[in-house]
């Protein structure tokens, strides 16, 4: 008799479909002014207990921008690549002390 084999757990990716279908709508400058308008408007209005981690930090970093220039660094933000994970387990823990001294 069989065992069906046990697959490895892969992680989660996001799917390859919907990530061009927004690369190809957020290069339309008029989506993509209202997608940012969108999510400045959620960022000003929800509290940072209900956001996910990456929007925290975004949040913290442009509460510290005058309002006028949040739209800018939000787009170039968004055209930048994502930053990496942080490789070591050890430097992880050291930006969340630092993250924590400093009150974030």
Same mark, same amino acid.
């Given at each position: 008799?069989?065992?069906? +084999?046990?697959?490895? #757990?892969?992680?989660? *990716?996001? !799917? /390859?479909?919907?990530?061009?279908? &927004?690369?190809?709508?957020?290069?339309?400058?008029?989506?993509?002014?209202?997608?940012?308008?969108?999510?400045?408007?959620?960022?000003?209005?929800?509290?940072?207990?209900?956001?996910?981690?990456?929007? +925290?930090?975004?949040? #913290?970093?442009?509460? *510290?921008? !005058? /309002?006028?220039?949040?739209?800018? &660094?939000?787009?170039?933000?968004?055209?930048?690549?994502?930053?990496?994970?942080?490789?070591?387990?050890?430097?992880?823990?050291?930006?969340?002390?630092?993250?924590?001294?400093?009150?974030?």
């Amino acid at each position: 008799m069989k065992r069906p +084999r046990l697959r490895r #757990a892969k992680p989660r *990716r996001e !799917p /390859r479909v919907r990530t061009a279908v &927004a690369r190809g709508i957020l290069r339309v400058p008029i989506f993509r002014r209202l997608y940012l308008r969108r999510l400045l408007k959620h960022l000003d209005e929800t509290p940072k207990s209900q956001l996910k981690p990456e929007l +925290r930090t975004l949040q #913290a970093a442009l509460q *510290r921008l !005058p /309002r006028h220039q949040r739209m800018g &660094a939000l787009e170039t933000a968004l055209r930048s690549p994502p930053a990496e994970e942080l490789p070591s387990r050890s430097l992880r823990r050291a930006a969340g002390r630092q993250q924590k001294r400093l009150g974030r």
